[in-house]
């Protein structure tokens, strides 16, 4: 492949920030500092002025997602490439087995469409039933094919949701496997009876949902899936926390010690519940995803989080439903599609809010959006990381560009935008993705099916929480 190299930016890891080119050849990094010189024929790109961060991985999105009786409507081409615009080189999604179905037959089905996408990919495996063949299936997903993260969702009752007996096995089966477990933390139970109790209010509406899923349903389970791990000592990821319950649950957890993670969506971030009270049903509609953007006042925690590192990662939960999806839910909001887009936006919508702002240094965005979640499911520095032998995934990144965001403007095949009409200061001029440049002031080249697999190696035998209450059990019994 030809090589590449980036002239006169300012190289930006979660380390730090320094003046350095960057050449690349192969799909890889292979020199990062001054004065480098151009190898005959390479393709030259001028970064004066601009910064060079490794691409942003998003480790939450569900390309294609059968979901409530439709399908996501980006696929994993369409929706890859829309996170090349946007300066996303990586993804992880989710494989997602129907209860009874087996965890491999499910992966290869999901391997079969992702075998489209334009970026390199990666996949949780979700666990959303147990018995001694999902026990054997996650050590065979582990051991050889590259999956070191299992994903247990605590609500959707009736559908995929865990019990506390699928959540004690998975997660002491992980532990076993050096595999970090995660979790969708609302209490199903909660959701299934507030729904049921809502509507007996005769509340049919997009408003009825949050109503449905207050932040303590959000809460409980986090605290719940953060004691279970306790308990059992072993590491946990809480995927899209979106209130200050969930939130302080896992700091309570860190400050003793215990080894919890916490992934941020971006539009947790910026957006409130407000937007549930839209009048037009098609627009409050297209906001119902789970957990609900949450009242003013949770957006603040949540910052206040990835700034303390409390919490770590920005995801987006790409999964898109278009205006005559959502509909299915026109008359009862427990039949609309959960689900909104967001990984073409989710780069510059944290950087506005949060660089523009003063929340966060570059550096700090190079950890939220990609290298900590490159390390928290082991594949740093690969990936994360603008350093010699990683591989050549980058954003050139204009901090003076100006964009607004639309549904008008995305490349997901979405209809609805849930950013729509926010101007931010600071786009991606560029996106390299394996060496290749994918993405050129607004011109996008992805190319289907150029997108890899990644593997993730299982982690260490020092994976696990620090043990705090259980090590106070005395292992041996007592003579009597
Ligand atoms: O719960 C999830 O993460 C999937 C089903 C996407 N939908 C959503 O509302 N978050
Ligand atoms: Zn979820
Ligand atoms: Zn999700």
Redesign the pocket.
């Known amino acids: 492949m030809a090589n590449l190299l980036i002239r006169g930016g300012t190289v930006v890891n979660a380390d730090r920030a320094f003046r350095a080119d960057v050449l690349c050849q192969d799909g890889k990094i292979i020199a990062v500092g001054e004065g480098l010189q151009a190898p005959t024929g390479a393709t030259v790109v001028d970064a004066g002025g601009q910064y060079v961060m490794p691409g942003g991985i998003d480790p939450h999105t569900?390309m294609q997602?059968p979901?409530m009786g439709t399908v996501a409507v980006d696929d994993f081409f369409t929706g890859t490439a829309a996170g090349l615009a946007g300066g996303t080189t990586s993804i992880i999604d989710f494989v997602i087995p129907s209860p009874q179905q087996s965890l491999l037959e499910a992966y290869h089905t999901w391997r079969g469409w992702a075998e489209k996408s334009a970026a390199d990919y990666g996949f949780h495996v979700a666990v959303t039933w147990w018995s001694e063949g999902v026990r054997e299936d996650m050590g065979t997903l582990v051991q050889q094919e590259g999956i070191n993260s299992f994903k247990h969702?605590m609500a959707y009752k009736n559908a995929i949701m865990c019990d506390d007996e699928t959540l004690v096995n998975s997660f002491k089966r992980a532990l076993e496997l050096g595999a970090m477990p995660t979790v969708?933390a609302e209490n199903g139970e909660l959701v299934f009876l507030l729904q049921k109790e809502v509507a007996a209010m005769g509340i049919t509406g997009p408003e009825g949902h949050p109503l449905s899923r207050p932040p303590m349903v959000e809460g409980e389970a986090a605290n719940r899936a953060i004691a279970i791990a306790d308990v059992l000592g072993v590491p946990i990821y809480v995927?899209?926390v979106s209130c200050i319950e969930a939130a302080e649950a896992i700091a309570r957890a860190r400050a003793r010690g215990q080894r919890v993670y916490g992934e941020v969506l971006a539009g947790h971030l910026v957006l409130d519940d407000s937007v549930y009270r839209h009048p037009d049903f098609a627009t409050a509609a297209a906001h119902v995803?789970?957990p609900p953007f949450r009242p003013t006042g949770n957006q603040e925690f949540l910052w206040r989080g990835l700034q303390s590192g409390n919490l770590q990662t920005t995801a987006t939960?790409h999964?898109v439903f278009c205006a005559e999806q959502k509909a299915a839910g026109k008359n009862d909001f427990t039949k609309i599609p959960?689900?909104c887009g967001g990984i073409e936006e989710r780069l510059a919508v944290i950087w506005d809010a949060g660089v523009n702002s003063g929340r966060l240094t570059p550096s700090e965005f190079v950890a939220i959006t990609s290298a900590n979640a490159a390390k928290l499911f082991n594949i740093y520095p690969q990936k994360g990381s603008v350093s010699v032998g990683a591989d050549a995934d980058l954003v050139v990144w204009d901090p003076q560009g100006s964009k607004t965001l639309s549904s008008k403007a995305q490349h997901s095949k979405g209809d609805f935008n849930i950013f729509e009409g926010r101007t931010v200061r600071g786009i991606p001029s560029h996106t390299v993705s394996q060496g290749e440049l994918v993405f050129v002031q607004g011109d996008l080249r992805a190319v289907q099916g150029k997108g890899r697999y990644i593997k993730r190696p299982a982690f260490g035998p020092n994976f696990t929480a620090t043990k705090l209450r259980s090590e106070s059990l005395t292992p041996t019994p007592v003579a009597r």
């Open positions: 569900h997602l979901f969702f969708h995927v899209h995803m789970s939960d999964c959960n689900g």
